[in-house]
């Protein structure tokens, strides 16, 4: 069955760092997101990403986040200065036209 | 508005019993209402998904109820097992599930023998 993969699945840097989490979304899916789930809380949305350009972003994605593309495969969070409360578990969904958003394993971030 | 409104926060049942778990939104837009099961260190697995044209669906053990006129809607799992402990988000999004996901703050289960 095919899957949302992510990589790394920790990883832990300095605050003011920058950090990029990989995923690669279900093959013939066109909707890719990105969401954080801060320890014991619930999941939040970041940012959708549709035809190669931001479909829409929350309040949480500000200029220090980014997200691309690069390739037909990959689809790539990066945190330019990473700040404590940035730690958490970044999730990758995807999804192919209506409805189900599939879900990877996670990145759980640590900015120590 | 935005909101999606989950309880209990936590839950215990015995073997064998009904877990419930409900959900409760403002935003009369949302049409598709899905349901995840996330095991400790991963990430969340739909489970269970339901859009307001119908009143329930049922898949296995897992039911949803849903009540368009209440705004609510639940997740019921029969004769529950020790397997299903995990925490239990509800969500919500709109137009036909384009938009992000709205998610319920979590409901832990524990299944207990």
């Known amino acids: 069955e ?3 993969t992510q990589t790394p699945s920790h990883q832990v840097t300095q605050m003011g760092q920058e950090v990029i989490l990989r995923c690669v979304p ?10 954080r ?11 959708s990403f549709y035809n190669n350009e931001i479909s829409e972003k929350s309040e949480i994605f500000d200029d ?3 997200v691309e593309r690069p390739d037909g495969s990959n689809f790539t969070l990066k945190i330019r200065s990473t700040k404590l409360e940035d730690s958490a578990m970044y999730f990758c969904a995807s999804r192919q036209v209506y409805y189900e958003q599939y879900f990877g394993p996670g990145t759980r971030l640590t900015v120590t | 508005q935005q909101q999606v409104k989950q309880s209990p926060q936590s839950l215990i049942v015995q073997k064998g019993g009904i877990s419930i778990i409900n959900c ?18 991963k990430g969340p697995a739909l489970l269970i998904a339901i859009r307001p044209d119908v009143s329930e669906k049922k898949e296995g053990r897992f039911t949803i109820s849903f009540n368009k006129s209440a705004k609510q809607f639940s997740l019921h799992i029969m004769d529950s097992q020790p397997g299903d402990s995990a925490t239990y988000f509800c969500a919500a999004s709109m137009d036909s599930g384009n ?9 832990r289960l524990s299944v207990i023998a």
């Open chain 2, 99 to 107: 938009t992000p996901l709205v998610f319920g703050k979590g409901t």
């Open chain 2, 24 to 41: 409760a939104y403002e935003n009369t837009a949302f049409d598709y209402f899905p349901w995840y099961q996330q095991f400790p260190g």
């Open chain 1, 2 to 4: 095919p899957e949302v």
């Open chain 1, 37 to 47: 789930q801060i320890l014991g809380q619930k999941v939040e949305f970041l940012v």
């Open chain 1, 26 to 35: 279900i093959s013939n899916h066109l909707y890719f997101y990105w969401y």
């Open chain 1, 64 to 66: 220090q986040f980014s």
